[in-house]
């Protein structure tokens, strides 16, 4: 299995750019989340989707940002506009029963 | 916000020594995950614990649900310079359901010189 699949790797922009980030997750997952990571505040749970349905978006910082999950294998996380503070990694991760998978990130800088 | 408290934040070591690490929560939990990351990647699931007082190794990594269930410890035996990197643990609480929602640690850095 190629694991949770995250693009791009590396994404730089300029402040109010629209940004959007992909995953793929594991094949037979149900469940999706997106985290952010930054060395202030750690790793912090901004969405879960299960069965396509977003569950808690309550870790959502602001209505710049935006996910969505058309179906089982994908999924994508907005940010319009993007702010300099909008500036850390972005994980993606699947959950097979109650363990949970993570993809290799995303690291997003905003100038 | 997170709910663990993981200790100590950070460790350095020499290399052969042994290592711990744990969590503790005012809450209980069904589930307990403790994860590593490497520079520039994701966390890796390194050990899943579902059931108090379950000891589980996986090579030199040996982690045990708490019998309170409120706690969890991971051990690194004969540490080597590959075991450098941040340390997560993670737990689904009682009550989760079947969200998957899990309650992250601050996480531990490890250094280890050689």
């Known amino acids: 299995d190629a694991g949770v699949i995250q693009s791009p790797r590396h994404e730089v922009t300029e402040m109010g750019q629209e940004v959007t980030l992909r995953c793929k997750p594991i094949s037979g997952h149900n469940s999706l989340f997106w985290y952010r990571q930054t060395m202030m505040r750690g790793l912090e749970l901004l969405i879960y989707f299960n069965n396509n349905v977003p569950i808690d978006d309550s870790g959502m910082p602001e209505d710049r940002f935006s996910a969505k999950m058309p179906n089982a294998s994908f999924s994508t996380l907005k940010i319009q506009p993007s702010e300099p503070r909008d500036s850390a990694v972005y994980f993606c991760a699947s959950n097979s029963y109650n363990e949970q998978f993570f993809g290799p990130g995303t690291r997003l800088t905003v100038l | 916000g997170q709910q663990l408290n993981q200790s100590p934040q950070s460790m350095f070591i020499q290399e052969g020594e042994d290592v711990s690490m744990n969590c503790t929560s005012s809450s209980i939990f069904n589930t307990w995950l403790w994860y590593k990351q490497d520079p520039g990647e994701g966390p890796v699931l390194l050990i899943a614990?579902?059931?108090?007082?379950e000891l589980t190794s996986n090579g030199r990594l040996t982690a045990q649900f708490g019998i309170t269930r409120k706690d969890s410890f991971l051990n690194i035996s004969a540490s080597i310079p590959s075991d450098v990197g941040i340390y997560f643990c993670a737990g689904l609480r009682r009550g989760s359901g079947n969200t998957g929602k899990l309650i992250f640690g601050q996480g531990t850095t490890l250094q280890v010189k050689p």
């Open positions: 614990l579902y059931k108090a007082g």
